[in-house]
């Protein structure tokens, strides 16, 4: 795959968010007016192409639609092409001139800084270079021991100091090793920091103040990486690190996995800095020179986003559909559908029968039920027959005794509410008993 085809394909996000949206825009006006060039305004600083940036590119298209009398508005893409182009200029390349030379990289923690370590490694390496690592980013966890990875695939030296020692110290002592051992590029790793992180700023100083003085004559490349998903925000970061360091360019990572790609157009127009280098893919090969042509003809390719319309769509080609059976997926759903109409009376005859054959078996001889099932109703004498146990001086005689009360009929039923009293008028004479004998004696 080529430089441009990975670009291309790297921008592919970023096109179809940007790019085809200025497309749809313009494709929606009939004239070319005030409002339309609000609205391209508005679509370019949603892109991240910043604020800034975006007015700028506005300015300049209505001096150019009035200077050369264009009255179609799908023709002002053609002119936002022309105008990026102007605003990436000309490329710039590493400054690599000097044995050694020095790339000092910088930036916050998740930018990517150690995998771009790694890949620089990696090309310089393939190109015949000699090349040392000084790994002074010493206070993050474990960050010499991943460096050393990379440096050991690649097959370069690194030069390292025990966790929490000096960055400084190290930068040194990889300067005094590139040049004792002839090395021609000696690439410094640094700690992440934040602007807010002041001791950090301050070593970061201190690092370039070592460089200049021990590298003296030697040409300096000061890279500050940035994460392309963070938009405007890499911005921030850029204008934050070049108050400490020299920054000489910028190296935008995951590019690849981000509609923001108009932070390229941002970053130079804003504040001068140059794109060097592009992350598009995860691969080792996949860290690009930058080269604004190639950028600029992949962002408004319209092959290309024809092509990412199909893919999205999950569009196949004619030969792909002509190879296709189309008998196959007719003739089994008649089969199946005459085998089902041909089943269908046969097993509904059974069904019926059984249903009426299932009831005799739950009903019970009628013998059986008149002999040993019969409730036999109790005689009312027999249903108080309480006080027996009494001795007979305290029986109470069989004429006053209470009769048991018959269960009243289901019409009759009163409510709960009212059955409450009568349940306590027969309890009384019960509650009385044995000691309320004694009670009426005396």
Sequence with gaps: MGIFQKIRDGLRKTRNSVIKGLRKLLG?????????FEQLEETMIMGDMGAETAIEICDKLRERVKERGITDPNDIMGLIQEI???????????????????????????????????????????????????????????????????????????????????????????????????????????????????NLMQELAKINRIIDREAEGCAKECLLVLDATTGQNAVNQARLFQEVAPITGIVLTKLDGTAKGGI???????????????????????LQKFEAKSFVDALFDREAEASDETASAGYKPEDETEDLPQEEETEPAEEIAAEVTEELPE????????????????????????????????????????????????????????????????????????????????????????????????
């Design 84 to 198: 990026t182009s102007e605003m990436l200029g000309e490329d710039e390349e590493l400054n690599l001139s000097t044995t050694p030379s020095i790339i000092l990289v910088i930036g916050v923690n998740g930018a990517g800084k150690t995998t771009t370590i790694g890949k620089l490694c990696h090309q310089y390496k393939q190109e015949g270079k000699r090349v040392i690592v000084a790994a002074a980013d010493t206070f993050r966890a474990a960050a010499i021991d991943q460096l050393a990875v990379w440096t050991d695939r690649a097959g370069v030296e690194l030069v390292r100091h025990a966790e929490g020692s000096d960055p400084a110290a190290v930068v040194f002592d990889g300067i005094t090793a590139a040049k004792a051992r002839q090395c021609d590029v000696l690439i410094c790793d640094t700690a992440g920091r934040l602007h807010n992180k002041k």
């Design 347 to 442: 097993e509904e005859e059974p069904a019926e029968a059984a249903v009426p054959a299932a009831e005799p078996e739950f009903t019970a001889p009628a013998a059986y039920a008149a002999e040993e099932h019969e409730p036999e109703e109790a005689p009312v004498s027999e249903a108080v027959p309480a006080s027996e146990w009494l001795p007979e001086e305290e029986r109470i005689p069989a004429g006053e005794r209470i009769p048991a009360e018959e269960p009243a009929p289901a019409e009759e039923t009163a409510s709960p509410a009212e059955e409450q009293p009568e349940p306590q008028e027969e309890e009384a004479p019960k509650k009385r008993g044995f000691f309320g004998f004694f009670r009426r004696k005396k």
């Design 28 to 36: 929606s006006f009939t004239k070319i007016d005030e409002d339309l």
């Design 264 to 286: 390229v157009i941002s970053i130079k127009n804003e504040l001068g800095i140059p794109v060097k280098l592009i992350g598009v893919g995860e691969g080792i090969d996949d």
